[in-house]
Every structure is written in structure tokens, then in C-alpha cells.
T-cell receptor, first 113, second 113 residues
Framework: NAGVTQTPKFQVLKTGQSMTLQCAQD?????MYWYRQDPGMGLRLIYY???????DKGEVPNGYNVSRLNKREFSLRLESAAPSQTSVYFC????????????FGPGTRLTVT | SQELEQSPQSLIVQEGKNLTINCTSS?????LYWYKQKYGEGLIFLMM?????EEKSHEKITAKLDEKKQQSSLHITASQPSHAGIYLC?????????????FGTGTRLKVLA
């Protein structure tokens, strides 16, 4: 089992460019999450998908869109990148409602210049 | 909205020393999680506490949730260099099933050999 995988690991974008961060899990988990981690701010939830076919906003959704492509994959899209979106992005998954442990991917370091 | 405050923000200890990290919530905790993050990597689940007064241990790490369910402490006994990293507490943003997890800002631990 690879667990939760994220691509790319590093990315540099110019302001206004778009990109999609990919996340996949092979644990047959129902719920998936996208977080961003900034110095002094901890982890903040961007979007989540409670189950296949559903997505919902988290704490900081502005500037992002998500797609739950299937049960395995949950992508995060930046339509027009801004320097404020420079961060480390983590994808996570968990089995379902009654489960508490989230499994995290290794992260994507994004810099927007 | 609920917030989690961790203290201290950073900690440097000599190998073999004991240490405690605290996590305080602005509201009643429905579930409190402790994660460890190695520098530049994703988060690894340590343990989850749900009941007031509950205490759990994992190797040399013990976590406790107070009776009022608004504060948790993480205690490391006889610290080792392998304990170094960032410790984050996380919580359900509301009753079980809301999926909107929140995290503290983290405590950076360095253990000197």
C-alpha cells in the first residue's frame, strides 16, 4: 500500500497561472481532505469530500476548487494563483464517519511568485 | 469558531529529559488528536482522546484529556532524538461527523543528543 500520494512534490508558479494538485489514496477510504500549512498558522482545511460524489468547503476555500474524481482521487485546483497561496499543501484521507485517524500525504510545496 | 492553542511553540531539550506539550481549546472538545510531523514530511497519527479524563500511551508518549474536555497534554518520557519534530493537536470542529477538523499551530521539538 502506498497510502496517500501527492503530485507534484514541488511547484513554482507565476501569479495568475493555474495548476492542479493531485491526490490519490489506495486504502479504500471514503473521506478525503485538502489542507494548507503556513508558518504560525498550523493546518487549515481548504475543502473536504465526505464521500465519493460530495465536496464541501472548509475554513479557507477562496481561490480553490476541488474535484472528487472517484473514490481514490481528490484534486485541488488553483485557477489563478496568487502569492498568498504560497504554502505547503497536504492531502489526507480517512475511512469514514466513525473513524478518527486521518492519513496524510507527504505534501506539495507551492511557491507563487 | 473553535481554536486550538498549543504551548510552548518550540522546545529544546537534552536527550533523556521529560517534557510536556499542552493544547487548549476555546470550546469543548468532541475528539482530540495528536499528530507528529517530521520536518518536511506529512503528519503521522499518534493517538486520539475522546472521553474526559482519558489517558493513552504510545511507547514513551502519553496523552491526557482533562475532565472538562478543553485541554490536553502530551508528555514524553526520557526523550530521544527520534522524538524531534513538530507535534500538532487536532480536533473535530463540532460533534462527530462534521468533518471540519481544526489544528493547533504546532510545537517544534528539538532533542539534543
Amino acid at each position: 500500500n502506498a497510502g496517500v500520494t501527492q503530485t507534484p512534490k514541488f511547484q513554482v508558479l507565476k501569479t495568475g497561472q493555474s495548476m492542479t494538485l493531485q491526490c490519490a489514496q489506495d486504502m479504500n477510504h471514503n473521506s478525503m481532505y485538502w489542507y494548507r500549512q503556513d508558518p504560525g498558522m498550523g493546518l487549515r482545511l481548504i475543502y473536504y469530500s465526505a464521500s465519493e460524489g460530495t465536496t464541501d468547503k472548509g475554513e479557507v476555500p477562496n481561490g480553490y476548487n476541488v474535484s472528487r474524481l472517484n473514490k481514490r482521487e481528490f484534486s485541488l485546483r488553483l485557477e489563478s494563483a496568487a502569492p498568498s497561496q504560497t504554502s505547503v499543501y497536504f492531502c489526507a484521507s480517512k475511512r469514514g464517519l466513525a473513524e478518527y485517524e486521518q492519513y496524510f500525504g507527504p505534501g506539495t510545496r507551492l511557491t507563487v511568485t | 469558531s473553535q481554536e486550538l492553542e498549543q504551548s510552548p511553540q518550540s522546545l529544546i531539550v537534552q536527550e533523556g529529559k521529560n517534557l510536556t506539550i499542552n493544547c487548549t481549546s476555546s470550546k469543548t472538545l468532541y475528539g482530540l488528536y495528536w499528530y507528529k510531523q517530521k520536518y518536511g514530511e506529512g503528519l503521522i497519527f499518534l493517538m486520539m482522546l475522546q472521553k474526559g479524563g482519558e489517558e493513552k500511551s504510545h511507547e514513551k508518549i502519553t496523552a491526557k484529556l482533562d475532565e472538562k474536555k478543553q485541554q490536553s497534554s502530551l508528555h514524553i518520557t526520557a526523550s530521544q532524538p527520534s522524538h524531534a519534530g513538530i507535534y500538532l493537536c487536532g480536533a473535530d470542529g463540532g460533534p462527530s461527523g462534521t468533518y471540519k477538523y481544526i489544528f493547533g499551530t504546532g510545537t517544534r521539538l528539538k532533542v539534543l543528543a
